[in-house]
């Protein structure tokens, strides 16, 4: 099976961000996206080009357009969120993202009604009914297929840098799951989502997404969520992992890494390299740290299974990647890292708004929605 690849001239940049739609006097989620998508659509005469559905009622996704940028990336975000903004005021409607809804009961949620997400219910059941989760992705273009996978490969290494420091769904339902990010557990309940499989390359990938469509596992690659995957139709390597974050302060900064990371990979197999593949017992059980711990992970940094605090490897690489930073002009976002660190990630300050406030989660919610709109001022 050939499956044909748009390739990009450099590492350009896109960026999907999960909202969620809150009633700002019940704080818990409503199902609105459609008269939302509607009404913000209408003034356009069409589909809006960069607010859509998602499994959801209670979610609109917000996607750029192909941006070469952070900085850009950032404005087309903000540009469509501040339209978006005004049309769910008049519903009473506040805007938010977290990995999780810290109360609301995914069993209350609608469905969006399309084929698609009927099929996704049908197939896999209450693992699907129950995907009340919220994320980031970032896409970063890639100048050849072959570099696709190796790429991915590679980032693994980075998987617990993403999470960690994106990690924002300690609450399920009301109460503290104990973990920095839920969202990446309950996530990998699907079949075809979590970890990727270390493929040795493009061809191999090819033959494994012919086996999983003749076996019906799935109808399309759309259907195979990894953490990190290769997107042939937009020509990049694309980061699902992070959680959903509150404010374009933190997208900035996970963008910036991504794309500095993905820039480097680049470069180094265009120079000969072979680049680096972790052992896939390593990978999961960083995935599993950072989930659990956040940025008070300690990550397994070599086959021996030496350990380093992921705070440090996130200093570490933020200067390591200087240099490139700098060329892709995204070096103040690169360095908005440590200063995030130092604040705390949005799980910390979800439990200490709740410590605050004799362990109500109301003002969580409050606390997410003030961030969504004023950021973060790091």
Known sequence: MRIDFTPSQRTSLGVEWELELVDLDTRQLTGVSNDLLAEISLEGDGEH??????LLQSCVEVITGVCQTVAEARADLAGTVDELAGYAAKQNVGLMCSGTH???????????????????????????????????????????????????????????????????????????????????????????????????????????????MASNAIESIREVWWDIRPHPNFGTVELRICDGLPSLDEISCVAALAQCLVERFDRQLDDGYTLPEPRPWLVRENKWRAARYGLDAEIVIDNT??????????????????????????????????????????YQRQRAAAAENGGRLEPVVDLLLAEMRDGLAL
Request: hydrophobic share 40%.
């Open 102 to 212: 810290p109360i609301t009961d995914w069993a209350s949620q609608e469905v969006t009604d399309t084929e698609r997400y009927h099929a996704l219910i049908e197939r896999n059941q209450w693992m699907a009914r129950q995907l009340q989760i919220f994320g980031v992705h970032v896409h970063c273009g890639i100048r050849a297929p072959e570099k696709a996978i190796p790429i991915v490969n590679a980032l693994l290494q980075y998987l617990p840098h993403f999470l960690s420091l994106s990690a924002s769904s300690p609450y399920w339902i009301g109460s503290d799951t104990g973990l920095a990010s839920y969202r990446s557990k309950v996530f990998e309940a699907l079949p075809t989502a979590g970890l990727p499989y270390q493929l040795s390359g493009w061809d191999e990938f090819e033959r494994y997404m012919e086996i999983l």
């Open 305 to 346: 299974g030496r350990v380093q605090p992921v705070k440090d490897a996130l200093y570490a690489v933020v200067e390591d990647l200087l240099p490139i930073a700098r060329r892709l002009e995204c070096s103040d976002e690169l360095e908005l890292i440590p200063k995030l660190v130092e604040r705390g990630g949005s």
């Open 49 to 54: 080009p960069k607010a859509k559905h998602e």
